[in-house]
């Protein structure tokens, strides 16, 4: 093909494209669908390929029903204002359901104080005080402290000595990197994020709407 021919080629695809400016539009609805499809293939292989990491790790903080017919995964940070906010319609939608099965996942993003809250909350778990704890950071208003995340410790009733010790404990540490791992290998790069079921659902959602999933969830288990 001479300089010329593909000259006039383009200038040929050139005036199509003016004379029909919706090809373009129809072009990258197609490409986003692409894109869209090939991320929910690749969240559902590492789905299958994380599945006793998401659901069968004794570390792993759980409420409601073990046995579930559907299982919702949180992933939150103590420092996140989102996660806060969403926190009061979630225990709505779990405490008035008894199928459900909620795992919570320690991810901590958002600084080294989201860390340590993180450590603490897992520690706390070795004390059989998890829930009342995570209840307690996630009621928290305004700047997350050392201070304040060992308080809350105290006030909840906590052996502080024995949660200092466990927070420093390396199968604690490394719980949460492979928490982090696991997020990043699910596309998950913020908080809150919501397992539920298969479906993967970014950011906070109303009770409503996690109702109307979690019955989705239901009717796609058939």
Same mark, same amino acid.
């Given at each position: ?6 000259t ?8 199509f ?24 293939k ?43 906010r ?19 996942k320690?991810?901590?993003?958002l ?16 004390? /059989? ?12 208003r ?34 949460l990197?492979e ?10 790069? /913020? ?22 999933i ?9």
């Amino acid at each position: 093909m001479t300089t010329k021919d593909k000259t006039e080629i383009e200038n040929i695809v050139r005036q199509f494209i003016l004379e029909h400016p919706e090809i373009i539009t129809e072009a990258l609805e197609i490409l986003q669908k692409q894109e869209r499809l090939a991320l929910e293939k690749s969240q559902q292989e590492a789905l299958q390929r994380s599945n006793d990491q998401l659901y069968e790790n004794p570390m792993t903080p759980e409420y409601g029903n073990p046995q579930g017919d559907v299982v919702v995964v949180e992933f939150f940070d103590y420092q996140c204002g989102y996660c806060k906010r969403v926190f009061p319609d979630f225990m709505e939608v779990v405490n008035a359901d008894k199928k459900l099965r909620v795992i919570w996942k320690e991810l901590p993003i958002l600084g080294p104080i989201s860390r340590f809250a993180a450590r603490a909350a897992m520690a706390s778990a070795e004390q /059989g005080k998890y829930f009342d704890y995570h209840v307690a950071l996630l009621g928290l208003r305004g700047r997350l402290t050392e201070k304040r995340v060992m308080d809350t410790a105290k006030n909840v009733g906590l052996d502080m000595n024995r949660l200092i010790k466990d927070m420093g404990s390396s199968k604690t540490n490394q719980y949460l990197d492979e928490t982090l791992e696991l997020a990043k290998n699910l596309g998950i790069n /913020g908080t809150p994020a919501f397992l539920i079921g298969n479906q993967l659902v970014p950011g906070a959602i109303s009770a409503n709407k996690m109702r109307e999933i979690i019955a989705q969830a239901r009717r796609n288990k058939g």
